[in-house]
């Protein structure tokens, strides 16, 4: 399925230059195996993956299935395999990877809808199977204060696993879910973790009983791979780790 | 697995070349686990030749006087030691120590998780493995 094209100059700037950005195309209706297509794009200092996709499917053929939205590593859309890393394609600029071919593939541990775009089914799925809101017997309306109140050390303590965009990246580069389809995985772990630290939560009993499991949180063997590629800071594995601390006890 | 979930598989999991040192742990640790596991398993037929008498199990531990039995037994101590220090600082990882504590993260987002202490803990086990392996070399081909 190899093909090389370019994009013609008139779209270039002095100041620019070429990479060779391999395309994964793959069509499971109707494709037995993936392949890629080769274009030469032209990129300044700024431009990222997904404005050389974009570039691609401008000039050369819109058939190349991507799925983005805000690109501005935002709305967790556009993430993909880019060379050989789990990233956001909006977030990554191709000065960055020092290298003059840039490899774009789908996800891994997704089922594959076409070329880049990958199914969340599964990731929402476990993200909603974990309780992704707070627990009160009590509610605000019935509740003579207007709201919960929290000091600032207490939203210190999960505030950072509140910037999750469920973008999946953890999920592509955790080695358990490569293998373990039905492993719970660091998104929904970590999604666990902040609402069981919110102090306004009184549901943490209910969730450690959902994550106490064979291919629950005892899966995670503290790889670290998915805080490595967290395009927000969230440190799934921190999370991971301090919510099995509640579990053995470590932390009350 | 079925093909359709897109899976890294075996392959992607024992793949250490991408997620920095932690992953490169992860991948000893695994690797070391089953050494161990396999050289248990040898061991445990190995001392089964004493049923054989003084004779058969003479025999048997010549195996282990060897060139390649020396090599075995010095990968076994390299493999013990390995996971013996890794496995203290995953156990206390896994408790919430060393993990660092939730913050507000700033760019370009280095995880707490992965702090210098953890790589201190595993570039100690493969330090300490590589010593421990030098010097039961050292012992075995020095007789």
């Not at chain 1, 063997?221 to 301090?242: E, R, T």
Request: with cysteine; glycine share 8%; hydrophobic share 35%.
């Amino acid at each position: 399925m190899a093909q090389v094209s370019s994009i013609s100059n008139e779209q270039t700037s002095p100041t620019s230059k070429l990479i060779t950005l391999r395309i994964s195309r793959f069509n499971p209706e109707h494709d037995e195996s993936s392949g890629f297509m080769e274009f030469s794009v032209s990129y300044e200092k700024w431009t990222t993956v997904l404005e050389a996709i974009l570039d691609v499917k401008k000039h050369h053929d819109h058939s190349v299935g991507v799925r983005y939205s805000c690109r501005q590593a935002t709305c967790g859309s556009c993430g993909m395999i880019i060379n050989g890393k789990p990233r956001l394609a909006c977030f990554t600029k191709i000065s960055e990877l020092n290298s003059d071919v840039v490899t774009v593939e789908p996800m891994n541990n997704f089922p594959i809808i076409r070329d880049l775009a990958v199914k969340f089914e599964k990731l929402f799925d476990t993200h909603q199977k974990i309780k992704p809101y707070l627990i009160r017997d009590d509610t605000e309306i019935e509740s003579n204060e207007k709201e919960f109140l929290q000091s600032p050390e207490e939203v210190e303590q999960y505030i950072q696993f509140a910037n999750c965009i469920k973008c999946g990246l953890c999920n592509s580069a955790c080695p358990t879910m490569a293998t373990d389809s039905s492993f719970v995985g660091p998104q929904a772990l970590a999604q666990a973790y902040r609402y069981v630290a919110d102090s306004r939560d009184k549901g943490k009993d209910s969730r450690l009983k959902i994550i106490d499991d064979s291919h629950g949180i005892w899966r995670c063997h503290f790889a670290g791979s998915c805080s490595q590629v967290c395009p927000k800071g969230v440190d799934p594995a921190m999370g991971i780790q301090l919510l099995r601390g509640y579990m053995l006890g470590f932390r009350s | 697995m079925s093909k359709d979930e897109h899976r890294e598989g075996i392959k992607g999991m024992a793949n250490p070349t991408r997620y920095g040192i932690e992953r490169v742990a992860y991948w000893l640790m695994r690797l070391s686990g089953l050494g161990l596991l396999a050289y248990f398993v040898g061991h445990i037929y190995e001392t089964s030749n004493i049923l054989r008498g003084q004779v058969g199990w003479n025999e048997f531990l010549e195996l282990t006087q060897t060139t390649e039995g020396h090599l075995v037994l010095a990968i076994v101590i390299a493999m013990c030691v390995f996971h013996t220090v890794n496995g203290i600082r995953v156990m206390l990882g896994h408790g919430g120590i060393g993990v660092g504590k939730p913050a507000r993260p700033d760019y370009p987002y280095e995880p707490a998780s992965q702090n210098y202490r953890h790589k201190i803990g595993i570039y100690s086990a493969i330090l300490l493995a590589a010593i421990a392996m030098m010097y039961g070399l050292a012992v075995m081909f020095g007789e």
